[in-house]
């Protein structure tokens, strides 16, 4: 079984339980192929065998932590506390498309009715400005957009030291000030401007999502989606 491995407080939780289980003999077969190389660093304390990701890999299953999922729909966002560039948004988003079936691993607090706040947007250096202004003029009046700093207070210019990641792009922090009603159509705007290279807007590749609370945890599917089926 190949299993995505995803990154963050509850991936990390989720790795060391596979891990446990290959060491009682209660999984066997199973070869993690990690989303970052914090998980990478985690599924290999773990005990649990590697392999890398490839354009054609075919994953079983793959999880990850989100900073948010919307009831319902299971849209989801994530990047938005990549500060030091470890995680790649690129891969994440990969990982997830190639798998059978993904899950976001979230608390209830992060599954909410509306998605909103915060889209990471990835975008070439050359010309960065201009692409800026450009995503400034999609959503005028609607969100502010941001250049991420890897260090120092962010601000519309990112400061001096901006963030890249590990693939070389810059990240804009594109700031909605009120509810994302339509998701699809801000994925399809930004996709559509030139200098973009990606987002955190994960749209089409959800199975479910774990959901943890104070009741313990539920699993959620999508109420769209004819070919999920209620698991709770």
Not at 70 to 86: D, M, V
Not at 89 to 103: D, H, M, P, R, S
Not at 167 to 196: C, K, N, Q, R
Not at 206 to 232: I, N
Request: glycine share 10%; proline share 3%; net charge negative.
């Amino acid at each position: 079984m190949y299993l995505g491995l995803g990154s963050g407080p509850a991936s990390s939780t989720a790795i060391s339980y596979v891990g446990e289980k290959l060491r009682t003999g209660a999984l066997r077969d199973v070869v993690g192929v990690p989303m970052s190389s914090l998980s990478a660093a985690e599924a290999a304390q773990a005990g649990l065998p590697l392999c890398t990701f490839e354009d054609d890999t075919k994953l079983d299953f793959a999880f990850n932590d989100a900073d948010l999922v919307q009831e319902g729909t299971l849209f989801s966002i994530i990047g938005r506390k990549n500060a030091k560039g470890r995680e790649s948004i690129l891969k994440e988003k990969a990982i997830a498309k190639a798998a059978n079936q993904f899950v976001f691993i979230v608390d209830e607090s992060n599954f909410t009715q509306d998605l909103i706040g915060v889209v990471p947007v990835l975008i070439k250096q050359e010309d960065w400005l201009e692409t800026a202004e450009e995503i400034d003029d999609l959503f005028l009046g609607d969100a502010e957009v941001w250049r991420r700093p890897s260090v120092g207070e962010a601000g519309p210019m990112g400061g001096d030291f901006p963030l890249v990641t590990k693939e070389g792009h810059f990240v804009l922090d594109v700031l909605f000030t009120s509810v994302i009603t339509d998701p699809e159509e801000v994925a399809a705007s930004l996709e559509a401007v030139g200098g973009v290279t990606g987002h955190g807007l994960v749209l089409d590749s959800v199975y479910g999502s774990a959901v943890a609370g104070k009741d313990g945890m539920k699993l959620r599917t999508s109420l769209f989606k004819s070919a999920f089926t209620s698991m709770e």
